[in-house]
């Protein structure tokens, strides 16, 4: 099991930065990927971006250059680096984890809004 705690959301002006957290407890060493997901309203979730190990990443083409996906040194916490936000990008922000095993893991998610 592993359990996940999302931080760092609020309200940005358009063209403002935002980085999100996620902290992993639980059987850490049993995790292979991490990422970001959002869900804005009356829309279904998608991918922002995933990490595997400590540094192969991908990229929703909406956030490619804009958005960095990082890990922490001890590999139990994940960073979404959000950069030139847009009005768009407001969504609730959910962090996922997949382990060895092939189970998900979802954090409860945290609220982004992109507001002038």
């Known amino acids: 099991q592993v359990q996940l705690v999302e931080s760092g959301g609020g309200l940005v002006q358009p063209g403002g930065s935002l980085r999100l957290s996620c902290a992993a407890s639980g059987s850490i060493s049993s995790i292979v990927i991490m990422g970001w997901y959002r869900q804005a309203p009356g829309k279904e979730r998608e991918l922002v971006a995933t990490?595997?190990?400590?540094?192969?990443?991908n990229y929703a083409d909406s956030v490619k250059g804009r958005f960095t996906i990082s890990r922490g040194n001890a590999r139990d916490i994940v960073y979404l680096q959000m950069a030139s936000l847009k009005p768009e990008d407001t969504a609730v922000y959910y962090c996922k984890t997949t382990t060895y095993d092939a189970m998900n893991f979802w954090g409860k998610g945290t609220l982004v809004t992109v507001s002038s």
């Open positions: 990490i595997i190990g400590p540094g192969i990443t």
